[in-house]
């Protein structure tokens, strides 16, 4: 197919200042005489986003920003998106809000199945990033590191990929039949995503990644005209000469596939149960027998087993050791990788596999999977670093591989802003609560807000507590807290619902909170990864987008790590202050925005107050959902027969008023105390 070819147009209020001209610059010299490698090493709040949309935007060319977790890729993919408004910005990051893998203990007998739920809008963002690769050029792909596991193999994905145009002849069952083939289900009662419906000689099909539907009327067997129309109303928004329906689902298999691999199945597991009996293991020899011959007989009968990815090797007609194919195999040659917080991003590149293969090799040694599942897997480091030519690694911190594999180490200190780096001051950490009240009382006080960073998930919901005890709007934040949970605590932040936000490395790299002016760490002594020096560099830059900005590390003995990052910080702040006095630049905080972390796509189900939708009450604050989306949380819980709670949200669409509320399942966060010694 023809590939769309578009220039990056990069819409934004501000020119290029501070370090950012010359960061510009030799980024893109560097891209365009072939180098590999590149490090930026720019400082918190100095915009190294927004260099790098300068620098896409001087290349030209497909891009993949990758970063460490989801709230950051989703940060970024809205910045990125916001900058880029009329070229194709996506969004790709694990679409499981819940994932519980397959695991076996050996220890005490104890297999554990695996158990997942599926966010469908993840995976319509997913599936629309797809598309656009295949599609055009002007593409930038914001990803978590999830992009290196098995996705399925791209020719299989374009293979079946149906194009249609008007004035093309077909059966009525024919058409339905190829969408059939592309992972549709026919529904003529509700429009889900992945499904069609056919009303006479009319079909509507609700593509899995599209917020549009296509609409095909035909007369006499001929396609007659084709519409782009509004999920909600049914409108016809665009009438169109062409269109394709790209697959509802990534993992696509040839039609002959199941036949091919079942012989190949079949002989690894008479294999595996011959090395077993030849062992004396024979209840391992029974188990992988039993397990595999069920496998194949639901195959053989309906097309699908449960564990089927263990499989995709003999699936896919790959050999033993190949790659499986990933979203790095949709992206073009010449594309720019670009990760962001690489000192943090590379290393989970390089554990994944090793994390993943350890899980399963004790399922392959006692009979639950047979080898192969060792291919479904991610990329491996090597494999990795084939799939691309050309890199930009930033970090305000940058590991040692990306400095040793850079031609160029390109600094980016000073802030256009003209803000400087926060004064540090260290604290004695025996009496380090109550010191920190003092200071706490001093910063809410003048309206600004803090960040308390702790060693542990308990310590951190302890100390929330006993500082909401004494009247602070505190909350705690921590990985047991779900995205759209973390993104709208944030929010509140900024927003001065809360003062106060208690966490423990969630807080480290990448998020913008200009209105944070003090930073106070914890036991800062404690050497070991939380307190490292790349980790007290990162957390310290979290008061580096406020004029007011402050470091407090409590600590009895300074360590090495302590030590460095103190002393790079004082460097940092040094050239700061000499080119503001060069300049005349008056330090201004960062200004930004108050938005939802999430992407927009995303927060149907989690919009901002000012919406005027109903409001519903969760653990920790109130929520809006529209009247479509409850809606729809209404008949999913009629699907899953708990009609009460469907009975609940249909009141509230009858009342129909934004102060209505339906409360849900408070969150048990075992809450402790601080011991009573601290308290005044």
């Known amino acids: 197919m023809t590939v769309k070819r578009k220039n990056f147009i990069l819409h934004s209020e501000w020119s290029p200042a501070g370090d950012q001209p010359k960061a510009i610059e030799k980024l893109t010299a560097g891209i365009m005489r072939g180098d590999r490698y590149q490090t930026l090493l720019g400082v918190t709040g100095s915009g190294k986003t927004y260099t790098m949309a300068n620098v896409i935007t001087r290349i030209n060319r497909p891009s993949l920003v990758l970063a460490h977790n989801k709230t950051l890729a989703a940060q970024l993919y809205s910045e990125f998106k916001a900058f880029f408004p009329e070229n194709a910005v996506h969004y790709f990051v694990s679409y499981y809000d819940y994932y519980q893998p397959e695991a076996y203990i050996p220890s005490n007998d104890t297999y554990i199945e695996k158990d997942a739920s599926v966010n469908e809008r993840i995976e319509r963002l997913r599936l629309a990033a797809t598309k656009a690769l295949i599609e055009r050029r002007d593409v930038i792909v914001v990803a978590s590191v999830s992009c290196i596991y098995g996705l399925g193999e791209r020719q299989n994905y374009e293979d079946v990929i149906f194009r249609f145009s008007i004035g093309e002849s ?16 026919r529904n003529d009662i509700s429009p889900l995503p992945g499904t069609f419906r056919v009303r006479g000689d009319t079909i ?28 909600v109303n049914g409108r016809s928004t665009e009438k169109l000469e062409e269109a394709s329906i790209f697959p509802a689902k990534h993992y696509v298999t040839q039609d002959d596939a199941i036949e091919k691999a079942i012989p190949l199945i079949e002989s690894e597991m008479a294999e595996a149960v011959k090395d077993f009996e030849s062992t004396g293991k024979l209840l391992e020899s029974q188990r992988i027998s039993m397990r595999t011959r069920y496998d194949m007989e639901m195959l053989k009968e309906v097309g699908y087993c449960s564990g089927i990815e263990n499989y995709s090797r003999h699936l896919d007609g790959r050999n033993e050791g190949e790659p499986p194919g990933t979203l790095l195999d949709f992206f073009p040659d010449d594309f720019l990788m670009i990760v962001d917080e690489s000192h943090i991003t590379l290393p989970q590149v390089r554990g994944m596999l090793n994390g993943d293969r350890a899980r399963k090799i004790v399922l392959v040694e006692n009979g639950f999977r047979l080898k192969s599942c060792l291919d479904n897997r991610p ?30 180490l390109v600094e980016q200190i000073i802030r256009p802003t003209g803000v400087v780096d926060p004064e540090v001051e260290i604290l004695p950490a025996t009496t380090q609560v109550d010191d920190l009240i003092d200071k706490l009382r001093m910063i809410t006080e003048k309206g600004e807000r803090a960040i308390v960073i702790t060693l542990t998930k308990k310590s951190s919901e302890d100390l929330s507590d006993y500082l909401s005890e004494l009247r602070f709007r505190v909350k705690y934040i921590h990985s047991e807290l779900n995205a759209f949970e973390r993104a709208e605590l944030i929010r509140d932040l900024r927003g001065g619902k809360i003062q106060i936000l208690v966490g423990i490395n969630l807080l480290r790299e990448g998020m913008d909170l200009p209105e944070v002016s003090l930073v106070a760490i914890l036991d800062a002594d404690r050497e070991g990864y939380l307190r490292s020096q790349r980790s007290l560099i990162q957390i310290m830059g979290r008061a580096a987008r406020n004029t007011n900005g402050r470091v407090i590390l409590y600590a009895d003995s300074i360590t090495k790590s302590i030590e460095f990052s103190v002393d790079e910080t004082i460097r940092r702040r040094k050239l700061q202050m000499v080119y503001n006095e060069k300049h005349g630049i008056t330090p201004e905080n960062i200004k930004k925005k108050v938005i939802n972390l999430l992407p927009e796509e995303l927060l149907t189900a989690y919009p901002t107050d000012s919406s005027g939708s109903i409001r519903l009450k969760t653990s920790s604050n109130e929520v809006s959902y529209s009247q479509q989306e409850l809606e729809r949380m209404m008949w999913e819980a009629v699907e899953k027969l708990d009609f009460e709670k469907a009975a609940q949200i249909r009141d509230i669409l009858a009342e129909g008023t934004p102060g209505n509320k339906f409360a849900a399942i408070n969150r048990n966060s075992g809450k402790g105390k601080y011991p009573r010694r601290h308290r005044r």
């Open 204 to 231: 509507e099909i609700f593509p899995a990644y599209s917020e549009s539907g296509i609409r095909i009327s035909f007369y006499d067997e001929q396609i007659d005209r084709i519409d782009s129309f509004d999920l």
């Open 379 to 408: 990329l491996h480091w090597d494999e990795f670093l084939a799939h691309f030519k050309q890199a930009v690694f930033i970090s305000a911190t940058p590991g040692d591989w990306e400095i040793q594999k850079s031609t160029q």
């Open 170 to 185: 077909y059966e009525l069952r024919n058409f339905m039949e190829k969408l059939i083939a592309n992972y549709y289900a």
